[in-house]
């Protein structure tokens, strides 16, 4: 069975940093782009960029260049999403989910959700 | 960046009822990369459609999708109960992607 497990909900000062994951399971996970997904409170979806694990090739979205980053440990089946300086509007729920050429996001995480907050 | 802009931004119908979604895309969509999701309050989304009419493994087929190029639809068949829910579009054919902005599905 397919399965995106990612880590628990987090709460940060702005300023501070963090990382959180996702964690592959039941799939081939070096052969499958993971992509990383915003929504914020109340809003609807944004997409902000995808990894490879196989190579570790990136595309960012340009809203979200410079602002975060992706990687992964192919070793682990887990991909990561990150910041160095996290601001109240990172406040969201992050969703990551894997690509499945023909399909794009066919299978999804559960969310992290992430608050900043003074 | 192409940008997608769903209609209506909310449907009001009942069970049993037709409903149609609309997503127009600000140029074309390549090869109908396009694809449609759900979202329940307090969970992921689910892929329903991709390549613009392809149903995702599991999917009712009182779901399908049609268009091409700049325009899009959704319709649901029959409203079941547990269709009451937030739909996205999504392009997939640049190197950026990009969701709609959601039309709501409530209950009239």
């Known amino acids: 069975e397919v399965q995106l497990v990612q880590s628990g909900p987090e709460m940060r000062k702005p300023g501070e940093s963090l990382r959180i994951s996702c964690k592959g399971s039941?799939?081939?996970?070096?052969?499958?782009?993971i992509a990383w997904v915003r929504q914020m409170p109340g809003k609807g979806l944004e997409w902000m960029g995808i990894?490879?694990?196989?190579?570790?090739?990136?595309r960012l979205s340009p809203s979200f260049q410079g602002q975060v980053t992706v990687s992964v440990d192919k070793s682990a089946n887990t991909a990561y999403l990150q910041w160095t300086s996290l601001k109240d509007s990172d406040t969201a729920m992050y969703y990551c989910a894997r690509l499945a050429p023909p399909a794009p996001l066919d299978y999804w995480g559960q969310g992290t959700l992430v608050t900043v907050s003074s | 960046e192409i940008v997608l802009t769903q209609s209506p931004g909310t449907l009001s119908l009942s069970p049993g009822e037709r409903a149609t979604l609309s997503c127009r895309a600000s140029q074309s969509v390549s090869s109908s990369y396009l694809a449609w999701y759900q979202q329940k309050p307090g969970q992921a989304p689910r892929l329903l459609i991709y390549g613009a009419s392809s149903r995702a493994t599991g999917i009712p087929d009182r779901f399908s999708g049609s268009g091409s190029g700049t325009d899009f639809t959704l319709t649901i068949r029959r409203l079941d109960p547990e269709d009451f829910a937030v739909y996205y579009c999504?392009?997939?054919?640049?190197?950026?992607?990009?969701f709609g902005q959601g039309t709501k599905v409530e209950i009239k």
């Open positions: 039941g799939y081939s996970f070096s052969g499958h782009w």
């Open positions: 999504q392009q997939y054919g640049t190197p950026s992607w990009t």
């Open positions: 990894i490879y694990p196989g190579d570790s090739e990136t």
